[in-house]
């Protein structure tokens, strides 16, 4: 049984986009077809302009990335701006314009979202915000920090990027579960231990969903079958994958190498009439190395969900 479900951490940063009137909870489908796609600086890349208030002069309009992967009927996984101030007398090196740019924009979400972490790299300066699942990041390139790396691509397609801090929000919205959702649950039945899910706030492995903090604990943990299908909870998030939409179970075996191995259990699963999207994986459980590991709890679930089991084994490196 999980715990008393509460708000999420991920709900003070809801409130600032919601006051730039940001539209997160929409679905990308939604928001291509109200406003369109603009091309990217290089050929696979575009983007779609979404409205919302101006944070800071000289922040360009926010714009959620295109790719021709991304699930149509989930929200937005991130939002991106940059930040291009005009130059300014003392900016004699680029450098110089850079770390004025990336000052500004440190000034302007500190005062809304408070200090946060710094995040710089050995070629970057960097700064990070993290509530929950969703995260905010500002980050630049200093040419003095690069200049070993050779040419950039994008800076040769677009100079004015040398200079630009970037922005980019990773809102961590899930939707709240849907009629079928409540009654998977309904007809639920367990057959092991959920692994929380992993979100490191550039991915979100999805999609999920949040259990609604005014019903109260969810009734039911760990992974199991329903008759819509696959159903998967650790502590308020909770997913359903319906039969039709899996590919096949996996078992991955990671034998001692440099780590310690590990078994992982695994489906794959991708909603149909979607094309030329990658296979949402998603991780049920993990355990320290056996070879024979989560075996039995992988062939009972291809199993019952009647689909292939596929195996392999590898090194921990």
């Known amino acids: 049984m999980s715990g008393i479900v509460t708000a999420p951490p991920e709900a003070a940063l809801w409130a600032v986009l919601d006051h730039l009137e940001l539209p997160f909870r929409t679905p990308v489908g939604q928001l291509l077809a109200q406003h369109g796609q ?20 000289g922040l360009s309009p926010f714009a959620v990335p295109l790719r021709e992967d991304d699930d149509p009927t989930l929200p937005p996984h ?37 200090p946060g972490v710094d995040a710089a ?3 970057t300066k960097a700064r990070e915000w993290r509530y ?17 790396r050779g040419q950039n691509q994008r800076f ?18 899930l939707p709240q579960p849907g009629p079928d959702i409540l009654a998977a649950v309904a007809t639920y039945r367990r057959l092991g231990d959920a692994m929380a899910p992993f979100f490191d706030g550039w991915h979100v492995g999805r999609p999920w969903h949040r259990w609604p903090a005014t019903a109260g604990t969810l009734p039911i943990s760990g992974y199991g079958l329903a008759a819509a299908g696959l159903v998967a909870v650790a502590g308020d998030l909770l997913q359903l994958v319906p039969r039709a939409n899996v590919l096949e179970v996996t078992r991955e075996v990671l034998m001692p190498g440099r780590g310690s191995g590990q078994v992982e259990l695994s489906v794959r699963h991708a909603p149909p009439g979607v094309t030329g999207m990658r296979p949402h994986l998603l991780v049920l459980a993990r355990a ?27 090194i921990d490196a």
Request: include cysteine.
């Open 38 to 57: 603009k091309p990217g600086w290089t050929k696979g890349l575009a983007s779609i302009p979404m409205p919302g208030k101006p944070l800071v002069r």
């Open 78 to 114: 991130e939002i991106a701006a940059a930040f291009r101030s005009r130059r300014h007398l003392v900016d004699w090196l680029i450098d110089r314009r850079v770390y004025r740019n990336h000052a500004t924009m440190l000034r302007t979400l500190q005062a809304m979202l408070g």
């Open 121 to 123: 790299s050995s070629n």
């Open 132 to 148: 929950g699942m969703a995260r905010v990041a500002i980050m630049v390139f200093p040419p003095l920090l690069n200049r070993r």
């Open 156 to 173: 040769a397609a677009d100079p004015g990027a040398r200079y630009e801090c970037s922005l980019r929000v990773h809102p961590g919205w």
């Open 288 to 314: 320290d190395y056996d070879r024979h590991g989560l075996l039995t709890e992988a062939q009972a679930l291809a199993t019952a969900l009647a689909v292939p089991l596929r195996e392999s084994v590898g």
